[in-house]
């Protein structure tokens, strides 16, 4: 069975510095995929990035990108430039063939506050 | 794009009631789950719909829990004799039937079973 662990409860960061947010998984698939999701305090999930398991670079998105390191099972998302609306809660999510219907398996996520 | 809405966004409910919540997904998405996330926790499956058939249900779906997609639009999720464990956020999403597409989550609707 596949499982997400994300390690860090809370995480603090002032505004305009970096900030990792870690992820490791499990799996037995070759074939899988990593998506990370933002949640608000309103409760929508915003999807952010994704990371397939034979991407040959690590994926980026404006300020976000994965730091993607197949050997180590690990896919921590790092947030350049972090602002005030960053502040939430961050999941990270895998897919692999073992998932009906391709459905999402979540860590149970880290809330990170961005302080001025 | 009108987004995946889910209704109502609240429901409080009195324990042994039934209730029923309503997803309009992203309408070229085939794809359709429901997911339940409890405080302090991620998201977790429920069960899933490719069109109107309801291809998978995961084992937290009690025989209490029932979910239609009739036609392939719209979905409802029914919890009959509610107990007040079932408080919990109840998620939607839709997506593309593609292995890379993500799931697009509506703003989910929040039971508390009293």
């Known amino acids: 069975a596949q499982k997400i662990t994300q390690t860090q409860p809370g995480m603090f960061v002032q505004e305009k510095e970096a900030v990792t947010l870690d992820c490791t998984y499990d799996?037995?698939?070759?074939?899988?995929?990593l998506f990370w999701y933002k949640q608000p305090s309103s409760g929508e999930m915003i999807f952010l990035i994704y990371?397939?398991?034979?991407?040959?670079q690590n994926a980026t998105e404006g300020r976000y990108s994965l730091n993607f390191q197949k050997a180590r099972k690990s896919a921590n998302l790092v947030i350049s430039a972090s602002q005030l609306g960053d502040s939430a809660m961050y999941f990270c999510?895998?897919?692999?063939?073992?998932?009906?219907?391709?459905?999402?398996?979540f860590g149970k996520g880290t809330s990170l506050l961005v302080t001025p | 794009d009108t987004g995946v809405s889910q209704d109502p966004r609240h429901k409080i409910t009195k324990r042994g009631q039934n209730v029923t919540f309503r997803c309009d997904p992203i309408?070229?998405?085939?794809?359709l789950y429901w997911y339940r996330q409890t405080l302090g926790q991620g998201p977790e499956f429920l069960t899933y719909?490719?069109?109107?058939?309801?291809?998978?249900k995961s084992r937290l779906l009690s025989d209490r829990f029932s979910a239609e997609r009739p036609k392939g639009s719209f979905s409802t999720l029914e919890i009959q004799r509610t107990e007040q464990g079932d408080s919990a956020m109840y998620l939607c999403?839709?997506?593309?039937?593609?292995?890379?597409?993500?799931?697009?989550f509506g703003n989910g609707t929040r039971l508390t079973v009293t």
């Open positions: 990371q397939g398991s034979y991407d040959q």
């Open positions: 799996t037995s698939d070759p074939s899988y995929g």
């Open positions: 999403a839709s997506s593309f039937d593609t292995f890379n597409s993500p799931l697009h």
């Open positions: 309408s070229e998405h085939n794809r």
């Open positions: 719909f490719q069109n109107e058939a309801q291809l998978e």
């Open positions: 999510a895998m897919r692999d063939n073992s998932n009906s219907g391709y459905a999402l398996n």
